[in-house]
């Protein structure tokens, strides 16, 4: 029976007993920021569970997408290597919520495997709770399991126990019985409870889980008023009982993906563990990609670029040296695509986002690959954390990328050092940090009373003055400080947003302040110079904020709420903020997509964004909890810390975010929005940037002038620049060729000279020449003609414009067993103030140093002698 009909059957048996078939939610937790990824069917019930948020159903079945590849639930070190340890899981579940309870439960899970799967009996094992008596009877006396196949489980030495769920110290917890499949004597290990359960025999296939109780923090145990259950059964493990099969990558959907493995890495050994891995982690990536996730730096970006750059090195160590993970996407898509139509919808972004990947580290695995070699120690040793902490740095190596090749060699990897490593640039780069004197003041007294949303004008006492990061008592006219009110109406730089700007006065004296930052969470610092007069601390001042620059401010927080949403329903639902910058100049917006935004989106996005201005919607806020504002649809970033307390601005139904900035009233307000260019910043990143209001028209006249120029310029109407512009690019592309053309004919006299004046070493043909005034595709082309007419060939050419050296480097193929043209190319560069690398059989460099390069080339045949040498004495 296939994977994909074990699924549909499953699906298919509980919605006959009254289940309503619920579709897996996003590997993204909607509602659990302190989440990384959704791993168990219950996530996404979980408010249902804690009685915050009631269904139109009482029990549910789903098949949900997991990953455990970070935090607490991290399997990624033993993927490939085990027998059931993945990255990407599917979970099928049955969810009771206050309706049937453990007598139904446990009747419906033996149907289903007993009868639906026609298991047989005598290879089911059961475990209980040890005192959850209730289960046992219902097991051994309603099912008539035997009494010596039920086993009750008690605590672990430590604390906690297998056969005991809780959601966290306090809260909802209750027993749970696990169903374990026996795959027979052939293979070793005991009965779930024996010493020897940790072996492969008895396998768990189900996990019952019967929440009863509410635990409080004195631990006490209260019952529930409505028992509740929690299933969970993993795909694989069920597919790999019903096969016949003992490792869940035996399976159909692993088998399928494996071939494809083999077939994209051209490694014929179907049982190499590489193959595992890779086929393990294309589901992973994928399903993260089409949720939204795109590699990155941190968070769950960071967590799926390891998991991608882990393919590649395992691709990398089977000979695949070139792109070849993104090819698994179709194959993927044809095994998962009928169960999750969402992957082949979004096949064409997720196979470009893991391209864009593939090329990123190919950059520098390599090198790293090297450094990692020679820094190898034996085996039984210890790979020391600054070397570990570098390949991560500069190579981009993850730590469990490195600590898995530790363990293909034998070694460890001094984890320790690495984290301290860490913690050493952090600090660095805190020390470099422009806002550091304001980050750094001791300030101890009562957090800053924001009055801004409602007024920009109020009455304040100074706080505190710092100079230069320390207190002092009051400052003179000309001199610059930081100023802690005890109430403003000045915005605090958050978000994106920058602070606010304005003007603290009193009856003799000015403060013009140019910015606001927060110098804790919520204390402001008022950043400016004294003008005129002294301020002490203690005076009452008056608090001004420049209201055009607010308003303009706010006007570009609230266009790029909405241009987030139009993102979302132009480029599709993977579309997360990234980043953001919003002041009253412009607005610049960070975003997830692979792939550059095609200029006919970005018309249709900037039509949206407008019509929604010209609706001029109410502009609302609301403060509610969290989980309330999550329920009601409001987009939140799982970086950042909400309280318990949360901001909610909604522009009609087309935007609702949670924000703590400052907003126009009526999304009227914000005028005109007008794109003004769109760009990568960072692999699978892309940036907007546009402009509203009178910046908007002005960006709109200046665009009408420039077109007025140049029609004047080429003597043509505006209509007619593109023809003559296109006119003008052929004409260029024609001359451009005869120019290449002349260079070609010309370059062939100065082929014959060099040929004459080769240079004949060891039976190898050496050439060294100057080429000036030849471009890279110049140098290529003349390489390639020389190889071509030497044979046995050693070749360095270089081409030299004002303050730039460039070098191309080449080796005939029946030689680079002696010379490497990367090797050449470098000793060449360094000696013109550069460096470089390559192949063994072709290289380029470049340098600054012009003047040194005629005795660079000079070098080049004693090189080649002294590799000759090299040669011959080793041989």
């Not at 027979?184 to 008895?202: K, L, N």
Request: net charge negative; proline share 3%.
């Amino acid at each position: 029976m296939k994977s994909s009909e074990i699924r549909q059957r499953f699906l298919d048996f509980f919605a006959r007993n009254g289940h309503a078939v619920v579709a897996s939610s996003s590997l993204v937790p909607g509602n659990d920021p302190t989440l990384l990824f959704t791993n168990a069917g219950m996530v996404q019930f979980k408010d249902v569970f804690l009685g915050r948020d009631v269904r139109a159903y009482t029990r549910a079945v789903s098949s949900q997408r997991c990953v455990r590849a970070g935090g607490k639930h991290n399997d990624l070190e033993n993927v490939g290597y085990t027998a059931r340890h993945h990255t990407f899981f599917e979970m099928l579940g049955n969810f009771s919520f206050g309706d049937y309870f453990k007598a139904d439960a446990i009747h419906l899970a033996w149907d289903f495997l007993t009868v639906e799967l026609a298991l047989p009996k005598e290879k089911l094992w059961i475990t209980v709770y040890h005192t959850d008596d209730e289960a046992y009877r219902l097991w051994t006396e309603v099912v008539g399991v035997a009494a010596d196949r039920v086993i009750r489980i008690g605590d672990k030495a430590g604390g906690g126990s297998d056969n005991f769920w809780q959601m966290g110290d306090t809260g909802p917890c209750g027993p749970c019985t696990e169903i374990f499949y026996d795959h027979g004597a052939g293979i070793f290990g005991g009965p779930p409870g024996s010493p020897d359960e940790d072996g492969d025999r008895y396998i768990e296939i189900w996990n019952l889980v019967f929440m009863q109780f509410n635990r409080d923090e004195a631990g006490m145990l209260h019952p529930l008023p409505k028992p509740s259950v929690d299933t969970g059964m993993g795909l694989e493990r069920i597919s790999a009982v019903m096969q016949h099969v003992h490792s869940n990558y035996e399976i159909d959907l692993f088998v399928t993906l494996i071939h494809a493995a083999s077939r994209v890495t051209a490694c014929a050994d179907l049982g190499n563990n590489s193959l595992k891995v890779i086929a393990d982690h294309i589901r992973a990536c994928a399903f993260l990609i089409v949720d939204g996730v795109i590699p990155g730096n941190e968070g769950r970006g960071y967590v799926l670029r390891r998991i991608i750059r882990r393919a590649i090195r395992h691709g990398y160590q089977l000979g695949q040296t070139h792109p070849f993970f993104h090819l698994l996407v179709a194959d993927l898509a044809g095994v998962m695509g009928l169960a999750y139509p969402e992957l082949v919808t979004a096949q064409a972004l997720v196979a470009q986002t893991l391209l864009q990947e593939e090329l990123r580290f190919a950059e520098t695995l390599e090198h790293g690959m090297a450094v990692l070699q020679q820094a190898m120690p034996p085996a039984g040793g210890l790979l020391d954390g600054e070397t570990a902490f570098k390949l991560y740095d500069t190579y981009g190596f993850p730590l469990d990328l490195t600590a898995d090749i530790g363990r293909e060699h034998g070694f460890g990897v001094d984890t320790a050092g690495f984290e301290a490593a860490m913690a050493a640039q952090r600090q660095r780069a805190r020390s470099a940090n422009k806002f550091t004197m304001q980050n750094n003041v001791d300030f101890a007294g009562a957090d800053t009373d924001f009055q801004g949303y409602d007024c920009l004008n109020v009455l304040a006492t100074v706080q505190a003055i710092y100079m230069e990061g320390i207190a002092v008592a009051q400052i003179a006219a000309g001199e610059e400080a930081l100023v802690v009110l005890n109430q403003t109406p000045f915005y605090a730089e958050s978000g994106g947003q920058m602070g606010d700007r304005g003007v603290l006065s009193w009856h003799e004296g000015r403060f013009d302040v140019t910015d606001t930052q927060k110098i804790r969470t919520q204390v402001f610092g008022h950043q400016g110079q004294l003008q005129r007069g002294i301020l002490r601390v203690g005076d009452a001042i008056e608090a001004h904020v420049d209201a055009e620059n607010r308003r303009r401010t706010a006007a570009n927080h609230s266009a790029t709420h909405l241009l987030h949403a139009a993102l979302r329903k132009v480029l599709g639902g993977h579309v997360s903020q990234k980043g953001s910058l919003v002041d009253g100049q412009r607005l610049r917006f960070d975003f997830a997509h692979a792939v550059p935004v095609q200029s006919e989106q970005i018309v249709h996005i900037e039509n949206l964004v407008n019509a929604e201005i010209q609706s001029n919607h109410v502009v609302g806020t609301d403060l509610t909890d969290y989980d309330t504002a999550v329920r009601r649809g409001a987009m939140a970033l799982f970086d950042e810390k909400y309280g318990d307390e949360v901001r909610v601005v909604s522009m009609g139904a087309f935007s609702v975010e949670l924000c703590g900035g400052t907003h126009t009233t009526h999304t009227g307000d914000i005028g005109l929005f007008v794109i003004t260019a769109e760009s990568g910043v960072a692999a699978g990143v892309r940036r907007i940037e546009a402009v509203t209001g009178a910046s908007a028209v002005a960006y709109l006249q200046q665009q009408r002038q420039q077109l007025h120029e140049l029609a004047t310029q080429f003597k043509v109407p505006a209509t007619d620049l593109m023809q003559k512009s296109e006119q003008l690019l052929r004409t260029l592309v024609e001359q451009n060729k005869e120019i290449d053309a002349l260079k070609s004919r010309l370059a062939g006299g100065e082929i014959e000279q060099l040929v004459a004046g080769a240079v004949l070493i060891d039976g190898v043909k050496v050439v060294s020449a100057r080429l000036d005034n030849a471009d890279g595709k110049l140098l290529r082309e003349v390489l390639d003609r020389l190889k071509s007419r030497l044979g046995a060939c050693v070749v360095v050419l270089a081409s030299a414009q004002a303050d730039k050296v460039s070098l191309i480097a080449g080796v005939s193929s029946t030689e680079t067993q002696r010379y490497k043209a990367g090797e050449l190319a470098n000793f060449v560069a360094q000696q013109v103030g550069g460096k470089g690398g390559g192949r063994a059989d072709m290289a380029q460099a470049g340098g600054t140093d012009v003047a040194a390069l005629p005795a660079a080339l000079a070098s080049v045949p004693n090189w080649v002698s002294r590799f000759s040498a090299k040669t011959t004495i080793k041989s």
